[in-house]
Structures are given as C-alpha cells and as structure tokens.
C-alpha cells in the first residue's frame, strides 16, 4: 500500500486524485492533506481519509480550524507535510508555493507526482540535479509531459532528435492580429477541449502556458531547447510526441482527461484498469497537424528566448505574466499587450547567472513589481517592434 500526501487535495488534481484513491482503497493510504483556504472541503476529505496531518496555509483559517489531526500551517506546514514519511508526494499547488516542498520531499527521497509547473519553470535546473543526487523520480502529470514520459519508454534520453509539444486550437487562433486586440474573457473561455482555471486559461489563450511547457519540457526530459518542437494538433486526441534518432515516432493518444495521467502518476511504474478515466473511440477519428502562429502570439517564443538567457529569466518570465493577466482580466490591458508586458519586464531585469533557489524566489517576487511598474508608466511607450525583435529566438 502506497502512502500518499497530496499538496493542494482540494483543487482540481487534488480532488481527482482522492477519487481514484476512492476507487483502489486498498492500494494507498492518504497521510497527508493540504488546502489554501476551501476549509470545508478539506474538513470533508479529513473525514473520509483520514489523514495523519493536513496544513492549512491560510494561516488566519488554519487557527480557527477544529480537528482531531494534525493541523500546520502556512509555508512551514507544507515542508512538513512534504517531508512526512510517504512512498509519493502529489504535487497539484497552483503558484509558487510548490517549489520548496517539491525541493524538500526530494531531499527525503520522495517520488515527486509533479502537477506544480513552477517547479520546473521557475528552478529545473536546481530541481532535477537534486532529484538525480537523491536518486528520486519525478513523474510529470501535464498531459503533455505525461505523454511524453510514457513514450520515452521507447528509447533513451540520448537517442531524442526531437520531442513535440501538442497545443489545441481554438477561437482566438482563428482571429486576425486586428481581431486579437479586441480579444474578451467569453473568447478565451470558449475552449473545445480542457476545462480549467481562469489562469491557465488565459495563458493558453496567450500560448504562454505552451512556453511554460517547453521549459518544463527542457529539464525534464534533458534535451536542448532547438529540440523542443510546438505543434498545432486541433484534435485533442495526440497529447505530444518523441522523435527518435531512427526516425520513429512515438506518441500517447486518449481523450483529454486528466485523471488518467493523475492515474498513471499515482500507480507507476504499473498500469492498472481505469475506473475513473474515460476510454477513446478511435473508430472514424482523423489526426490533423499544423504549424504554430508564432508571429500572431509572441509568448510562444519566449521560452526560448529565456532559456537562453538562462539565470533567472524564466522566473522573471512567470512573474510578469502574473501581473500582466491580472491587469488583463480587471480590464487595464488588452489582450495582446499581455506579451508587451512581459517582454518589456524581461528588458528591464539584469539577470543573474546560476542563481540559488532564494535568488530565484526573489526574483520572481521583483518580476511582478517590475511588471506592475511598467503597467504604472503605460505600456504603450513599450510597442515598437524592435523591442519585440530582440525576444524573438535566432
């Protein structure tokens, strides 16, 4: 029996990954439990799992709360649920806050059932070359990495010429760049496929989500980032791809569900019978590929543009699109001067090369405020192409 803490069990994955607890009860037991602020729902969790400890990091709720388990709080509290003795720790957090607990747990020697992608943004470097001195796995739960984990079990590392990140098409990819500008909330959230959160949504929309990815996709897999390949596959059927060295190509399909990559996440390295996960019909399906509009939304290229800028930049890049979606969903920006935003954060910012995990933090925290700075002073004295040019990779 696996004992499991889930780091953010009343969100999306979290809730997702109890009910294919709620289905194998006799293959884990749930010691750990953490929430922001859905009290409530933790309350119910704790009494259906009955968990060792839960951490509660609002800590003004965490005070107030009345239990017979265990109860920290705040940041301390989610390094101690982290750490506490589990065969995995499932990471769903939704910002920063995963990072040092991922960091943490990795220390122990915990397998990592990573859903959190600022772990990876934000410090891969620093998380993958503990997670191989600790000799510990990290299992990716985005669709895309999930799939390409799963295909990798065709070859090596080393023998990748290139992997592809699938990205779905929409509404907004099918708008002029006249169109785009006018771009409102009910356009972003008329999605064929995902549901998701209101960030994430919108960094779908933006195609800044799909460069957080191709970080990601950098450390995780250990490849260059020329290898790193987006295609448009409108779908939803293909999650990504590897290319391999002989020129197979190998590929996950399903519908997109994500309980099945919490799923495989949480069994692995077994496979077993989906009881919560729906199957695909592939009788009368038709597999289309497309290239990206790179040009119509720049925040595609960003991801490489930071990697090559390397220290700190990709978290500069995830704290300015914080601010810039923020100021975008109060209606202080268009949508297409969310990427104006970001990029002229990223002008701004003096990096620092190999920087260590509380440089990178910081960082991302001065981001935001370089970024409300710039939204302060008008951006519209950021909007010639020139500036635009020199974040555009080679």
């Known amino acids: 029996m696996k004992r499991i803490v889930i780091l953010g069990s009343t ?10 607890v709620r289905h194998h009860p006799d293959k884990f037991k749930v010691i750990g439990l953490t929430a922001n602020s859905n009290v409530e729902k933790l309350r119910e969790q704790i009494e259906e799992f009955r968990p060792e400890a839960v951490c509660i990091t609002d800590e003004n709720k965490a005070d107030l709360f009345k239990t017979d388990v265990v109860v920290y709080k705040g940041e301390d509290g989610l390094k101690k649920i982290a750490t506490l003795e589990s065969d995995l720790l499932m990471n769903s957090l939704v910002g920063t806050s995963g990072l040092i607990p991922t960091l943490e747990a990795i220390k122990k020697g915990i397998t990592i059932g990573l859903a959190n992608k600022e772990t990876l943004v934000l410090a891969g470097e620093i998380v993958m070359r503990q997670a191989e001195k600790h000799n510990v796995a990290i299992i990716p739960i985005d669709s895309e990495h999930s799939a390409l984990f799963q295909s990798l079990k065709s070859g090596k590392k080393t023998e990748i010429k290139n992997i592809y990140l699938t990205m779905g098409k929409g509404k907004i990819s099918e708008m002029s760049e006249e169109q785009l500008k006018n771009v409102t909330m009910k356009d972003i959230f008329s999605r064929p496929a995902w549901n998701m959160g209101n960030k994430i949504t919108i960094d779908s929309a933006t195609c800044i989500n799909k460069a957080f990815e191709i970080i990601e ?12 390949k987006v295609i448009v596959h409108p779908e939803y059927i293909c999650h990504s791809l590897i290319e391999f060295n002989d020129g197979s190509i190998i590929t996950e399909l399903g519908t997109p569900d994500m309980k099945r990559y919490t799923q495989h996440a949480l069994f692995y390295p077994e496979r077993v019978k989906a009881t919560a996960c729906s199957f695909t019909d592939l009788y009368g399906k038709t597999l289309t590929f497309e290239k990206p509009a790179f040009d119509k939304f720049p925040c ?6 930071v990697l090559e800028m390397g220290g700190i930049m990709p978290a500069v890049l995830h704290g300015a699109d914080h601010v810039a979606v923020q100021a975008y969903t109060e209606g202080k920006i268009g949508f297409m001067d ?3 935003v970001i990029a002229a954060t990223i002008q701004k910012t003096k990096n620092i090369i190999n920087p260590d995990i509380n440089q990178i933090i910081e960082a991302e925290k001065s981001a935001q405020k370089t970024a409300e700075g710039i939204l302060e002073n008008d951006i519209r004295s950021y909007n010639s192409s020139g500036k635009f040019d020199a974040l555009r990779r080679k």
Do not use: H, N
């Open 300 to 305: 595609l290229r960003m991801s490489y543009s």
């Open 338 to 340: 969310i990427p104006k």
């Open 11 to 20: 969100g999306s994955i979290g809730t997702q990954t109890l009910d294919i």
């Open 217 to 228: 996709a950098k450390w995780l897999f250990d490849v260059a980032p020329e290898q790193i």
